[in-house]
């Protein structure tokens, strides 16, 4: 006679059972699980099904499914709809509820099926998985754990195709490579417990799971876990496991789906799951959806006040039953509805503009959706944050956060924060430190492969894929997004390249003796392409250059004018030139020449781009545009304009994550300046052009991309010419890019720490290196993450004093301890003015504020056909400045003073230089 472990006494045979109703079985039995936990006194029970949720991917805001694709809700069923070997036990985890046993028991219910006509593969289970992690880890990890055992990752206590129960282990494994941890279970993982007893033959099904956990000892506890079948409520198969220690079985928990029917059928199908005990507590606050986040942007129009946009980026919910979506303000106690959106199904965001917002305080807002269920009832769900009253500009620096590259994993896998960088939670507290009046996200926000392997189709497939991995971001960052304004850029990764030559939006497509990523364009659709801007950069202004471009791709580029400062924002990837089929002779791969005779500063050729006529055109407009109250200029891109690394001779970039980190304070011999196209230091010509343009503004260059935090000052015709790049360090990465030159840097010194000055890169362009903050070895765990040069960059803007501070700052600093230390070379400050470094001819009589009027226009008047004369810059002036502008040649110069917000101009007699 088989003995039910849950009830601890003979189960009678089946002839003498009471058959109970399908219906009332099935409560009953959910039922039942909290009646055997102990005392409801304390207990946080829930009970959750699909019967009011539509068919969608999204499982609700009690899950997190890895992946979003691999789920779906089908008539009120939750169906695993991914079978693959190479897509092992797929997981949807519990976010509500989380274990604490030592509090007392607790026991786990779910009703489940097998999903598939076909047979079985062989090795097939579904279920529960249990014991994830602990509170030592952060639940945003432990709700990521699926496809591969490691450690933390818990235990499976699971039901077999022909009725049998068991558990399996989930804890031992580890390993993956760099990226991804996908590929198919091996066969020595994943396998039946050995020390457990199990009981029974099993039959078919549907099938009532059920998982008891009980103390053992005083250290360890008891897993019981039956499977009753649905149809007359027979126990079929039991296994008890004992002596289990407390840290594998507390912590989170959730559903399983190991493959499924073969022939590329289902997996498992999950009808209702509950729990219930003293050992349960309740994480309310941690569930997801259908809001994930938000984005938002404000923007200073001639008006006077502002234009204010918001993303808000919803869940793959079903598109027919959402009833509206409503951006709300509190006002006097009440919200009160100032926009509407609307729902757009491929990106999954909602987009809201005002376009005369008052930014002179902060206000409280909510993005309010309405989504009908199956019962025909409206569910209202809220998402809210603050919209920051815009800085005063002469009040005080403002603080721009800069921050890129979120690698969430780079292998040796462990479901907890040795492996998993995610959820980055040092950077988002240490930027936060900062108080950022605005975010710069230059890029990389995810990369395609990471933790799990990137989709590439069906298109819709692949973006379920995307917004898995963006999600990760809205979890790292979102609490900063929803409170402060930013400006988010893609790059490749984000739209699924290694490295991306846009070539003015062609697709990329697969050509003899070449992959479609070195032919040039993108990989993916427009449609998918422009799915993903629309996710990071539909909250910006509208773009200011014509679109969609070449084979339809949407472009962003803009300006946003904000406290006193003018950024402009550029794709530097959408336009540039391929280099393979730009320079054949090079025989470029992914971006490296691999001929030995070529010479890449040969590379430089006619007709290639960088930025592409279209931003350049508006870049020089940008440049001498200083309207809106303008008193400082950045330009935020990808990546800086050099080719900011070294590796040893003969080398390409494929070996750098194999490189030896170095101790604190060595450095290797020998290396050399590379030339790697896909750094902004290719093509020469179009760089030298942007830095000009850069140089008409006075303006800096922020950007990611390299993981190599660095700071340089450009040179075009001479060294220290130009003005300053900032490229802030990567928050997580797998590539830790270098800087160890073998030659001491010239000119004047700029810094004591070796590697600094004047030097030549790779391509031949003039570079002057302030800082750099290169890999090291740390003595600080996790190494793979703490010694490739991780953290955050902070930039200080003081309108007043007309200075900028550029700050580097490690992942492990904790800002405003006694001990708390940028990288090495930084704090870096430096003048407006010295944005222009090139040694003046001349300079013209002196300028000061008239009227209100304080920007400065100067053009050159041209001498004939040849030359047509240029306009050279423009500058607003200090409070009480009296400024000589220079000139760079003999000529005749006109100045126009003005005011620009108030349309008042005062033309300047002509100034003729020698």
């Known amino acids: 006679?088989?003995?039910?472990?849950?009830?601890?006494?003979?189960?009678?045979?089946?002839?003498?059972?009471?058959?109970?109703?399908?219906?009332?079985?099935?409560?009953?039995?959910?039922?039942?699980?909290?009646?055997?936990?102990?005392?409801?006194?304390?207990?946080?029970?829930?009970?959750?099904?699909?019967?009011?949720?539509?068919?969608?991917?999204?499982?609700?805001?009690?899950?997190?499914?890895?992946?979003?694709?691999d789920w779906e809700v089908q008539d009120g069923n939750l169906h695993c709809i991914n079978s693959q070997k190479r897509d092992p036990v797929r997981t949807t985890i519990l976010l509500t509820r989380e274990a604490h046993p030592t509090q007392g028991s607790y026991a786990l219910a779910t009703e489940i099926s097998s999903g598939w006509l076909a047979a079985p593969h062989e090795g097939s289970f579904g279920g529960i998985l249990f014991g994830i992690g602990g509170a030592e880890i952060d639940p945003r990890i432990r709700s990521l754990v699926h496809d591969k055992p490691a450690a933390d990752g818990g235990i499976l206590a699971v039901i077999h195709p022909d009725g049998r129960v068991g558990f399996r282990d989930f804890t031992h494994g580890g390993g993956g490579g760099s990226w991804s941890?996908?590929?198919?279970?091996?066969?020595?993982?994943g396998q039946l417990i050995p020390q457990q007893t199990r009981n029974g033959d099993g039959g078919e099904g549907p099938w009532l799971l059920r998982l008891k956990v009980i103390p053992d000892s005083e250290s360890t506890f008891r897993a019981l876990l039956t499977a009753h079948a649905k149809k007359d409520g027979t126990l079929i198969s039991s296994a008890v496991l004992q002596k289990i220690p407390t840290n594998q079985v507390d912590g989170s928990f959730g559903l399983a789906s190991h493959l499924g029917g073969k022939s590329g059928s289902n997996g498992w199908v999950i009808h209702s799951f509950g729990a219930d005990g003293d050992g349960l507590v309740a994480t309310d606050d941690q569930s997801l959806g259908p809001i994930y986040g938000v984005q938002y942007c404000l923007t200073r129009n001639k008006k006077g006040t502002h234009s204010w946009k918001l993303t808000a980026q919803l869940a793959p919910v079903s598109a027919p039953q959402v009833e509206s979506c409503l951006l709300q303000i509190l006002e006097d106690q009440q919200w009160n509805t100032i926009s509407r959106g609307q729902f757009e199904p491929l990106s999954r965001v909602v987009r809201f503009r005002m376009s005369n917002w008052n930014a002179q305080r902060d206000r409280s807002f909510r993005v309010r959706l309405r989504y009908r269920n199956l019962?025909?009832?409206?569910?209202?769900?809220?998402?809210?944050?603050?919209?920051?009253?815009?800085?005063?500009?002469?009040?005080?620096?403002?603080?721009?956060?800069?921050?890129?590259?979120?690698?969430n994993f780079t292998g040796q896998l462990a479901w907890n924060s040795s492996s998993i960088w995610f959820p980055h939670q040092e950077v988002a507290e240490g930027v936060a430190s900062h108080q950022p009046d605005l975010l710069c996200f230059a890029g990389d926000q995810i990369y395609e492969g990471d933790i799990s392997r990137a989709e590439g189709g069906p298109p819709d497939k692949m973006l379920l894929d995307y917004h898995t991995k963006f999600l990760r971001w809205y979890r790292s960052f979102g609490e900063l997004t929803r409170n402060t304004p930013c400006i988010t850029i893609p790059d490749d990764h984000d739209v699924y390249h290694g490295n991306i030559w846009g070539a003015g939006g062609k697709r990329g497509r697969k050509e003899p003796g070449t992959t479609a990523q070195d032919s040039g364009g993108y990989k993916l659709a427009p449609r998918q392409v422009n799915a993903i801007h629309m996710t990071q950069t539909s909250h910006l202004p509208d773009p200011l250059i014509d679109g969609p471009v070449g084979e339809g791709y949407s472009v962003y580029s803009t300006r946003v004018e904000y406290a006193g400062i003018s950024i402009a924002v550029l794709s530097d990837r959408q336009f540039k030139s391929a280099p393979r089929p730009s320079v054949p002779e090079g025989k470029v791969v992914n971006g490296w020449f691999t001929n030995p005779e070529f010479d890449p500063i040969d590379a430089d050729l006619p007709g290639l781009h960088l930025l592409g006529d279209a931003q350049e055109k508006f870049l020089d407009r940008w440049a001498l545009d200083w309207g809106y109250g303008a008193q400082w200029k950045f330009l935020l891109s990808q990546t800086p304009f050099s080719n900011v690394a070294t590796l040893p001779p003969g080398k390409t970039g494929g070996i750098t994550p194999s490189l030896p980190i170095v101790e604190a304070g060595g450095w290797p011999e020998g290396e050399v300046p590379v030339a790697d196209c896909d750094s902004g230091g290719w093509p020469q010509s179009p760089r030298n052009e942007a830095i000009r343009l850069l140089r008409k503004a006075r303006a800096f260059h922020l950007a990611g991309d390299q993981h190599l935090s660095s700071c340089i000052r450009y040179g075009v015709d001479e060294f220290r010419d130009g003005g300053i790049a900032f490229a802030g360090p990567a928050v997580a990465n797998t590539w830790p890019r270098r800087w160890f030159p073998s030659t001491d840097g010239g000119g004047d010194k700029v810094s004591p720490h070796r590697g600094t000055g004047d030097y030549i890169d790779g391509f031949?362009?003039?570079?002057?290196?302030?800082?750099?903050?290169?890999?090291?070895?740390?003595?600080?765990?996790?190494?793979?993450?703490?010694?490739?040069?991780?953290?955050?960059?902070?930039?200080?803007?003081?309108?007043?004093?007309?200075?900028?501070t550029f700050e580097s700052w490690p992942r492990w600093s904790r800002p405003g301890d006694d001990d708390a230390s940028q990288y090495p070379g930084w704090p870096i400050t430096v003048s407006q003015h010295s944005l222009d470094g090139r040694k003046a001819h001349a300079h013209l009589a002196a300028v000061q504020e008239m009227d209100g009027m304080t920007v400065i226009s100067v053009t050159r008047e041209g001498d004939g056909e040849a030359d047509q004369g240029e306009a050279l810059y423009g500058y607003r002036l200090k409070a009480g400045e009296v400024w000589q502008p220079p000139v760079y040649q003999s000529g005749r110069y006109h100045v126009v003073l003005g005011n620009p917000e108030q349309n008042r101009w005062k033309l300047i007699p002509v100034q003729i230089i020698p």
Not at 181 to 189: D, M, V, Y
Request: positive net charge; contains cysteine.
């Open 764 to 804: 031949g362009n003039k570079m002057t290196v302030l800082a750099m903050g290169n890999p090291y070895r740390t003595g600080l765990q996790p190494s793979r993450l703490l010694d490739r040069g991780p953290g955050w960059g902070i930039v200080r803007i003081d309108n007043k004093q007309r200075l900028v």
């Open 1 to 69: 006679m088989l003995v039910d472990p849950m009830l601890d006494k003979p189960h009678p045979p089946a002839s003498e059972r009471v058959q109970m109703p399908t219906i009332l079985l099935r409560t009953a039995l959910l039922l039942m699980i909290f009646l055997l936990s102990g005392s409801a006194l304390f207990s946080q029970p829930i009970q959750l099904d699909w019967n009011s949720t539509p068919d969608q991917t999204w499982t609700g805001a009690d899950w997190n499914s890895n992946r979003l694709q």
């Open 181 to 189: 941890i996908g590929g198919p279970l091996p066969a020595n993982r």
């Open 375 to 407: 019962q025909d009832q409206v569910e209202n769900h809220d998402y809210s944050g603050i919209v920051r009253a815009e800085p005063v500009a002469g009040s005080g620096p403002i603080v721009v956060g800069l921050i890129s590259c979120m690698k």
